[in-house]
């Protein structure tokens, strides 16, 4: 590993009803599952599901179900049961044939267990029939897995690899220590338009699967985010689909992971209400050993502030105790950005030409920020009478400029007094 330590990984996550389906009085036909079920350590496995939902496929929620239980489980089996001799070339051979294929065939006998138990009702079928034609009745009759269609994302974590596979939509991003975001590059599946999907029911659904085997030479990702398209669905555009990764990461640097998973529910439902309506799932595998602030980077802190796009905090410059600004803007949810400063006289006129209120989040520089405007340092630091000084960016004592203290700097900025120009 990069850092010559073992990596700490935690795993998160939540399933929400739609929108359109509380309207409608429809399960949730999503699901999610990790193993372990603490969601601590390695190897940790996890898998997210969207059931179909159609008329035809009306036990999709167990589907869904069933698929992420299964997937988590025989991948982990998959793992205890290799060979200690096989080298990573040979686990990735063995893992993109003989998974998918392992995976398939456990979710096919668990479906039948499940028809066994509890065959299908005649009212399903009828109620199939009369919304779309006797065809599609026929068609659960003879094949009745049909009626469990579902998709399947799942992701291995290893200390020396990572394992990506995906059959049908859904998303999964990767976000690194500085917060950029990607997609593991699976090959491309020119079947997945508009509504149309692969899926678990399909004849050679082991066929369909989608791989990708990363070998961990280097840095591993920060973030993996695996979601079922609903959330995806509920963006105007990709750009701001992708933001989430960089966004996500931010506010655990700030608020820490079990704050994140504690509100997840809430903003998955919103989500839904105001974007897709459509039942939506997301987990997250949080390397808790990459969440600290890249260097460079304002610590995660609080600033006070008004809930609006801009907020302005007042400073001095630590060499020539001249007043300035710096307005921040938020750039998504929690994520402010500082991307000008400008000198000023901080006079209780000029003061109360600004509002107070208050907003939280993740603070930063962006690159085109000019620093101090009177001696260029290109970041502050937060004194223990709470004002706010430029900082070099290097100097681990620093006094400052409005009280005179010189303090040692060592923890993350907790809060800054911010106001909003009116």
């Not at 309207?23 to 603490?38: F, G, K, T, V, Y």
């Not at 917060?179 to 899926?199: I, K, W």
């Not at 700030?254 to 987990?283: K, P, Q, Y």
Request: glycine letters at 8%; a negative charge.
């Amino acid at each position: 590993m990069d850092d010559g330590h073992e990596s700490q990984w935690r795993a998160i996550g939540h399933s929400v009803r739609g929108a359109s389906h509380v309207r409608a009085s429809l399960p949730n036909q999503d699901a999610i599952c990790w193993l372990p079920e603490s969601g601590t350590g390695l190897p940790l496995v996890l898998a997210v599901s969207d059931g179909h939902g159609s008329a035809r496929c009306f036990r999709s929620d167990v589907g869904a179900r069933l698929a992420v239980e299964t997937a988590t489980k025989v991948t982990q089996e998959f793992l205890e049961n290799l060979p200690e001799s096989l080298n990573l070339s040979a686990i990735k051979r063995w893992a993109e044939e003989n998974l998918p294929r392992a995976i398939v065939h456990r979710w096919r006998d668990r479906v039948a267990d499940d028809i066994f138990a509890h065959p299908l009702p005649k009212a399903d079928l009828d109620r199939l029939e009369a919304n779309e034609d006797v065809t599609k009745r026929r068609q659960v009759l003879l094949d009745p897995l049909l009626a469990y269609g579902a998709t399947l994302l799942t992701v291995l974590v290893t200390e020396s690899f990572i394992l990506y596979l995906q059959l049908g939509d859904g998303d999964i991003l990767t976000v690194s220590e500085a917060e950029e975001v990607s997609r593991p590059p699976l090959p491309a599946d020119a079947r997945l338009f508009a509504n149309e999907t692969t899926s678990l029911c399909s004849r050679d659904a082991w066929r369909e699967f989608r791989s990708h085997f990363q070998v961990l030479s280097g840095s591993p990702p920060a973030l993996i985010l695996v979601s079922t398209d609903g959330y995806a669905n509920s963006f105007r555009d990709e750009a701001g689909f992708l933001q989430v990764g960089a966004d996500l990461l931010a506010l655990i640097r700030a608020d820490g992971l079990d704050a994140v998973h504690e509100s997840l529910e809430s903003w998955l439902s919103e989500a839904s209400r105001n974007g897709s309506g459509d039942d939506i799932t997301m987990g997250i595998l949080c390397r808790t050993n990459a969440l600290q602030m890249p260097a460079g980077r304002v610590p995660a802190g609080q600033l006070s502030s008004v809930a609006e796009e801009e907020g302005v905090v007042m400073a001095r410059c630590s060499q020539t105790q001249q007043g300035f600004g710096i307005r921040f803007e938020e750039k998504g949810r929690g994520r402010w950005v500082a991307d000008w400063a400008f000198a000023t006289k901080e006079t209780p006129a000029r003061s109360a030409s600004y509002d107070r209120g208050e907003i939280t989040g993740v603070f930063e520089f962006d690159a085109a920020y000019p620093g101090c405007p009177h001696c260029r340092a290109p970041s502050i630091f937060q004194c223990v009478c709470g004002q706010v000084a430029c900082w070099d960016g290097e100097s681990h004592a620093v006094t400052c400029p409005w009280c005179g203290t010189t303090v040692e700097l060592r923890d993350p900025i907790g809060s800054l007094s911010a106001r909003s120009d009116r």
